[in-house]
């Protein structure tokens, strides 16, 4: 299963509304998780199941989507939500991918 | 406090051998299944391997298997990864990180906990 990632770069200002999409080539139901990676530190998951928000992670970060198509939505940029986002399919677990990721610039 | 602690990485050259190690802390360890993820220099996240919680089921990415294996020693809380026959493009920082499953399935988890990860470069 292969996932790709929209767009690949995106230069946002604090207080945007941003959505990113996630694709997967072939139906994966709900099995879709999204992480945000810094710069030289490890990946954080953000949301599981699609829309699932982990617990301790702000809701401004929401998630949709089923089978083949996902989004990641931030709703208000805050500067420290600046980073590269990952999406992962789980639907083939206990074997994984991940996509290519998206990188969140600052305007 | 839950945490994950990775060991072992370092320079190597193409053709040789080297063995990772994950030390987990703050969580029963055996609970768990563990998976190792690895990121290129400049590049996206890369899934490498995923041990059950008992070690019994194991499986690999295609660009590691019969190359790389598995282990876990849940008397030591610890997680390994033994790379054989390294080729420059096994060059990256190498994650352990833990399975996080719900109650009915691990297909609607993801990768919870997360090491600092440890750097493996192939090179001559």
């Known amino acids: 299963i292969q996932l790709t990632q929209s767009p690949s770069s995106l230069s946002a200002s604090v207080g945007d509304r941003v959505t990113i999409t996630c694709r997967a080539s072939?139906?994966?139901?709900?099995?879709l998780a999204w992480y945000q990676q810094k710069p030289g530190k490890a990946p954080k998951l953000l949301i599981h199941?699609?829309?699932t928000l982990r617990s301790g992670v702000p809701s401004r970060f929401s998630g949709s989507g089923s089978g083949t198509d996902f989004t990641l939505t931030i709703s208000s940029l805050q500067p420290e939500d600046f980073a590269t986002y990952y999406c992962?399919?789980?639907?083939?677990?206990?074997?994984?991918?991940f996509g290519p990721g998206t990188k969140l610039h600052i305007k | 406090e839950v945490q994950l602690v990775e060991s072992g990485g370092g320079l190597v050259q193409p053709g040789g051998s080297l063995r990772l190690s994950c030390a987990a802390s703050?969580?029963?360890?055996?609970?768990?299944?563990m998976n190792w993820v690895r990121q290129a220099p400049g590049k996206g996240l890369e899934w490498v391997s995923y041990?059950?919680?008992?070690?019994?089921?194991?499986y690999y990415a295609d660009s590691v298997k019969g190359r790389f294996t598995i282990s876990r020693d849940n008397a030591k809380n610890s997680l390994y990864l033994q790379m054989n026959s390294l080729r420059a493009e096994d060059t990256a920082v190498y994650y352990c990180?833990?399975?996080?499953?719900?109650?009915?399935?691990?297909?609607?988890?993801?990768?919870?906990?997360w090491g600092q990860g440890t750097t493996v470069t192939v090179s001559s």
């Open positions: 992962q399919q789980l639907s083939s677990y206990p074997t994984f991918t």
């Open positions: 199941a699609a829309s």
């Open positions: 072939q139906g994966i139901s709900s099995y």
């Open positions: 041990i059950s919680d008992s070690g019994y089921t194991i």
């Open positions: 703050g969580f029963t360890f055996s609970s768990y299944e």
């Open positions: 990180a833990r399975q996080y499953c719900i109650i009915t399935s691990c297909s609607e988890g993801g990768m919870d906990v």
